[in-house]
Nanobody
Framework: QVQLVESGGGLVQAGGSLRLSCAAS????????IGWFRQAPGKERDFVAT????????YYADFVKGRFTISRDSAKNMVYLQMNSLKNEETAVYSC???????????????????WGQGTQVTVSS
């Protein structure tokens, strides 16, 4: 019922910036919170940030606070993740996901997000 497609990944030098985009269905923006997660090679998937369906609240993992910004443009059915001051260890596949507004639990739990995009590769080099 909800489809998500990420874009904007690529190769960036350490200290540089990238903006990721997540294109979602209208329902995702109306009844779902949208989150960003990342998974580095050989590691578990980590929570990065989430924005509520209304766009009035945002949540960030501690390791990205002050550097990353999540935002949404409901008119365009888009959610963005602006990433600044990128570090080598942040090389990963970044995915957006949709979580029903009726689901309880921490926003950082991947299991609470029912719909996922295919992911976009972000590679940070020295």
């Amino acid at each position: 019922q909800v489809q998500l497609v990420e874009s904007g990944g690529g190769l960036v030098q350490a200290g540089g910036s990238l903006r990721l985009s997540c294109a979602a269905s209208g329902r995702a923006f109306g009844s779902y919170h949208i989150g960003w997660f990342r998974q580095a090679p050989g590691k578990e998937r980590d929570f990065v940030a989430t924005i509520t369906w209304s766009g009035s609240e945002t949540y960030y993992a501690d390791f990205v606070k002050g550097r990353f910004t999540i935002s949404r443009d409901s008119a365009k059915n888009m959610v963005y993740l602006q990433m600044n001051s990128l570090k080598n260890e942040e090389t990963a596949v970044y995915s957006c996901a949709a979580r029903s507004i009726y689901v309880s639990g921490t926003y950082g739990g991947p299991g609470t997000y029912a719909y996922w995009g295919q992911g976009t590769q972000v590679t940070v080099s020295s």
